[in-house]
């Protein structure tokens, strides 16, 4: 054990080997470990909290309400359909194969490794813990370098409930991520960028792994001319300011009828100077969270070159303060519409018509969400239909992901499966398929040489299909 590949090597192996050990948990064991998981993150509730703000500036509001609220609630949902989850599914069992019972027995993977971002890194590395654990499973857990205070907290969490054994957590840098994702482990859960996402997709591959892969995308939000624009626009403008904008569910750009263009982008102003009131002469950070390091402050600055800056922007590099700049007259062809902005970047650009944005919206790859703001019933059928998006949320951002059995997941260039709820359970279970039977009756026709002809063999196939 020279390597540190090899060590991850001798981890797994013991994560293996507990697995084997207690193959199928029962729902009290299960329930034992979420509630212990759950009081030892209220018992750590105030060490998370002055983590995040120094990983990422986070006020102790937005840190417990969207990491530690969100996997507690998805701890509590988990406890509490547990027993539900677990219970077999019977399924129809054909007269051929009568006496007997057919039923989908939903059983552990056996060992997951989950990788988590910096953005949220509890609540996008404890959530799908939860599903796990809930699950049955044993877990790896890997948390961001770049969000070593987090990290930490984690690390310290982790070990006041379980053996290394049953969850492990691995701290190092990108090189430590790679290695993970070549070894063996029964299914890898991983949230990041797309790019990222491609590479370990790759690697599981070799070992024939299956995968979860949260991503992200340009997320657009269409706001049609009968939209209410204060209440739209403080919307929108809520969900791109959480976190910096730095949430892979944000709100990209934003596509607004040309009639209401003007009158949309005052009430983005007063929303943005409202909501975050970051502004000069003194840059203080009060509610709202900084850039979380300054490669991605300055890939940021890049994408503003050549555009026009509507109102906003201003931040600062030292302090990695940076306030929502909201752009106009923006080229589709700019940099700016061609990568995933992941920051409080917002544009702003013109439609038409809805048949217009909607085919603009086709030409571009699947993102994780896709926003409408509209009364009109069947413009939003239209959209909920004919949007191809992870997750649709109509005249709201971002609040997709409260629902705690709402799936949650990508699509195409967003990633795929789903997680949160029923969701998360199933994606880390297999749906094991059984049939019981007994001895009698033994129907002879089955076995050659055979004496019933092809068309009753027909019959009885059409008989199977009910």
Same mark, same amino acid.
């Given at each position: 054990?020279?390597?540190?590949?090899?060590?991850?090597?001798?981890?797994?192996?013991?994560?293996?080997?507990?697995?084997?050990?207690?193959?199928?948990?029962?729902?009290?064991?299960?329930?034992?470990?979420?509630?212990?998981? @759950?009081?030892?993150?209220?018992?750590?509730?105030?060490?998370?909290?002055?983590?995040?703000?120094?990983?990422?500036?986070?006020?102790?509001?937005?840190?417990?309400?969207?990491?530690?609220?969100?996997?507690? *609630?998805?701890?509590?949902?988990?406890?509490?359909?547990?027993?539900?989850?677990?219970?077999?599914?019977?399924?129809?069992?054909?007269?051929?194969?009568?006496?007997?019972r057919?039923?989908?027995?939903?059983?552990?993977?056996?060992?997951?490794?989950?990788?988590?971002?910096?953005?949220?890194?509890?609540?996008l590395?404890?959530s799908?813990?939860?599903?796990?654990?809930?699950?049955?499973?044993?877990?790896?857990?890997?948390?961001?370098?770049?969000?070593?205070?987090?990290?930490?907290?984690?690390?310290?969490?982790?070990?006041?409930?379980?053996?290394?054994?049953?969850?492990?957590?691995?701290?190092?840098?990108?090189?430590i991520?790679?290695?993970?994702?070549?070894?063996?482990?029964?299914?890898?859960?991983?949230?990041?960028?797309?790019?990222t996402?491609?590479?370990?997709?790759?690697?599981?591959?070799?070992?024939?792994?299956?995968?979860?892969?949260?991503?992200?995308?340009?997320?657009?939000?269409?706001?049609?001319?009968?939209?209410?624009?204060?209440?739209?626009?403080? *919307?929108? /403008?809520?969900?791109?300011?959480?976190?910096?904008?730095?949430?892979?569910?944000?709100?990209?750009?934003?596509?607004?009828?040309?009639?209401?263009?003007?009158?949309?982008?005052?009430?983005?102003?007063?929303?943005?100077?409202?909501?975050?009131?970051?502004?000069?002469?003194?840059?203080?950070?009060?509610?709202?969270?900084?850039?979380?390091?300054?490669?991605?402050?300055?890939?940021?600055?890049?994408?503003?070159?050549?555009?026009?800056?509507?109102?906003?922007?201003?931040?600062?590099?030292?302090?990695?303060?940076?306030?929502?700049?909201?752009?106009?007259?923006?080229?589709?062809?700019?940099?700016?519409m061609?990568?995933?902005?992941?920051?409080?970047?917002? #544009?702003?650009?013109?439609?038409?018509?809805?048949?217009?944005?909607?085919?603009e919206?086709?030409?571009r790859?699947?993102?994780?969400?896709?926003?409408?703001?509209?009364?009109?019933?069947k413009?939003?059928?239209?959209? @909920?239909?004919?949007?191809?998006?992870?997750?649709?949320?109509?005249?709201d951002?971002?609040?997709?992901?409260? #629902?705690?059995?709402?799936?949650?997941?990508? /699509?195409?260039?967003?990633?795929?499966?789903?997680?949160?709820?029923?969701a998360?359970?199933?994606?880390?279970?297999?749906a094991?398929?059984?049939?019981?039977?007994?001895?009698?009756?033994?129907?002879?026709?089955?076995?050659?040489?055979?004496?019933?002809?092809?068309?009753?063999?027909?019959?009885?196939?059409?008989?199977?299909?009910?």
């Amino acid at each position: 054990m020279n390597t540190p590949k090899q060590k991850l090597e001798f981890l797994l192996q013991k994560q293996k080997a507990y697995s084997v050990e207690r193959p199928f948990p029962s729902a009290s064991q299960r329930r034992e470990h979420l509630l212990l998981l @759950e009081r030892t993150i209220i018992e750590q509730t105030d060490n998370l909290l002055d983590a995040l703000h120094q990983d990422l500036g986070k006020c102790p509001v937005e840190a417990y309400t969207s990491e530690v609220g969100l996997v507690l *609630r998805d701890i509590r949902f988990a406890v509490k359909k547990l027993k539900k989850w677990m219970k077999p599914q019977h399924t129809r069992n054909p007269l051929f194969v009568q006496p007997g019972r057919a039923y989908v027995k939903p059983a552990p993977l056996g060992v997951v490794l989950i990788i988590g971002p910096w953005n949220y890194p509890f609540q996008l590395l404890f959530s799908p813990l939860a599903a796990a654990l809930a699950a049955g499973n044993a877990v790896c857990l890997k948390p961001s370098e770049f969000a070593p205070a987090a990290s930490r907290v984690i690390h310290d969490i982790c070990r006041a409930c379980f053996p290394e054994e049953q969850v492990s957590v691995v701290q190092g840098d990108h090189q430590i991520s790679a290695d993970l994702a070549t070894l063996p482990f029964d299914h890898i859960f991983f949230t990041g960028s797309a790019k990222t996402g491609r590479l370990v997709a790759q690697a599981a591959a070799s070992n024939l792994i299956p995968v979860t892969l949260e991503l992200g995308g340009k997320s657009p939000c269409v706001v049609c001319d009968d939209a209410p624009l204060k209440k739209t626009a403080r *919307r929108i /403008l809520w969900g791109k300011s959480l976190n910096a904008g730095q949430t892979c569910v944000a709100p990209d750009h934003i596509w607004v009828h040309h009639s209401i263009e003007q009158d949309f982008l005052n009430e983005l102003k007063h929303a943005a100077r409202s909501l975050t009131p970051v502004r000069p002469p003194d840059l203080k950070q009060g509610d709202y969270s900084r850039i979380i390091n300054h490669l991605h402050y300055d890939r940021l600055e890049k994408l503003l070159e050549g555009t026009t800056i509507y109102d906003g922007g201003e931040r600062d590099r030292e302090t990695l303060i940076f306030a929502p700049a909201i752009l106009t007259n923006v080229d589709p062809s700019q940099p700016v519409m061609q990568e995933e902005i992941f920051g409080p970047v917002l #544009p702003v650009l013109p439609f038409r018509s809805f048949d217009d944005v909607m085919q603009e919206m086709y030409t571009r790859p699947t993102p994780l969400a896709a926003y409408l703001f509209t009364r009109d019933r069947k413009t939003m059928q239209i959209f @909920e239909e004919h949007v191809q998006a992870g997750g649709i949320c109509i005249n709201d951002s971002v609040s997709h992901i409260l #629902p705690p059995d709402l799936p949650f997941g990508g /699509l195409g260039a967003s990633g795929y499966g789903s997680y949160h709820g029923r969701a998360g359970f199933d994606r880390l279970s297999h749906a094991k398929p059984i049939l019981r039977r007994g001895f009698t009756p033994d129907l002879p026709f089955r076995y050659p040489p055979y004496a019933a002809g092809l068309s009753m063999i027909k019959k009885a196939f059409q008989f199977l299909a009910g």
